[in-house]
């Protein structure tokens, strides 16, 4: 009886071991993939329509006015600004920033609501690029894996760059050079 117990508890032990690792596998492959559309980044843009002598006169879109900027082309006081208020710890994080998380955790529950968010720039871009808006505990725990995958394939430059191309100024205006 004790023999075939502990002969149970192996078999349903490596049967656990086997769904976790498939589980695991499987959300590993779906970040992934997630992941990729920002590694791989490629923004529609804007077509310029110019005269003969090279001034323009309209953009052609689609969805979005687009105009890209390299981060080459973003003065460094936008950068610094972005930083100071959106994430003060960007440069020295691996995506997630625990003590932003836990600061914006006692202020929503001191206030009984969301009053302030603790995510990263990267976990924003993730947010605005791939995920949705949902205040669910799976899709913030999805995002923070994606932005430590994230943090791990590109450079910190890639990441503001990318942010500063992907959020809206409004008027259908989308991307930093395309709003100035």
Known sequence: ?????????????????????AAFIYAYEEISLDADK???YKPETSSVILDRNGNKLAYVYKRQHRLYATYDEIPGL???????????????HNGVNPDAIIRALIKDIKAGKFVEGGSTLTQQLIKNKILSNDKK??????????AIKIEHELSKEDIIERYLNEISYGNNYFGVKTAA
């Open 1 to 21: 009886m004790f023999h075939s117990l502990i002969k149970g508890s192996i078999i349903l032990t490596i049967l656990f071991v086997v769904a976790l690792t």
């Open 78 to 92: 936008l950068v610094e600004g972005l930083v100071a208020m959106e994430d003060t710890q960007f440069f020295e």
């Open 137 to 146: 505990l799976a899709r913030k725990i999805k995002e923070a894996i994606l």
């Open 38 to 40: 920002l590694i791989n």
